[in-house]
């Protein structure tokens, strides 16, 4: 299982996180980033769609952790 972690204070709102995996992620009002589920099993359409979400943010204001 992975978190999903994101620093508000680089985020700029580009919405590829939530263009890319809608399902982990959602716009708020003014089109931030908000997390649906911040836990993502191991499995390969979670994994796929979460590290195309963090691999095109371009301020890499997405984290994963593992969890335990």
């Given at each position: 299982?992975?978190r ?13 996180c ?21 836990v ?29």
């Amino acid at each position: 299982m992975k978190r999903i972690n994101i620093d508000m204070g680089k985020c700029s709102g580009h919405g590829r996180c939530y263009t890319l995996a809608p399902h982990l992620f959602e716009p708020d009002d003014e089109g931030f980033p908000v997390v649906r589920n911040a836990v993502v099993a191991d499995d390969m359409d979670g994994i796929s769609a979460l590290a195309a979400a963090v691999d095109n943010c371009p301020e890499r204001a997405l984290t994963v952790t593992d969890e335990a």
